[in-house]
């Protein structure tokens, strides 16, 4: 493929979309939190940007800051439910409380 021609693929395989459409679903954010949708956005876009080639090292090495960066804005179940105190949270259900409850003392 030449240098600066375009891939075509398919819009299943990309991430940036959903990024974007779940940042937008998100209630509280403020002003405050524009560095991160901008820092989540770049980062879901080098992740669609990268080669066949190289795929696999760039979601390696930028799918947790990817991670990390939805987290902070509570775009993810767990960071929800850590916001809400709820459950979702490992460790923190009811599975875990039966768990320890049946591990000898």
Known sequence: MAAG?????SADALISPDVAETVAKLPDLTEADAAAVKLAKR???AID???PDD???VLDRLGPKLLAALESLGATPRSRAARKGGASVPGQGKL???REARRPA
């Open 49 to 51: 940007q990268a080669g």
């Open 55 to 57: 795929a696999a090292e």
């Open 43 to 45: 980062y879901a876009a």
């Open 5 to 9: 021609s375009a891939r075509l693929r």
């Open 96 to 98: 875990q409380a039966l």
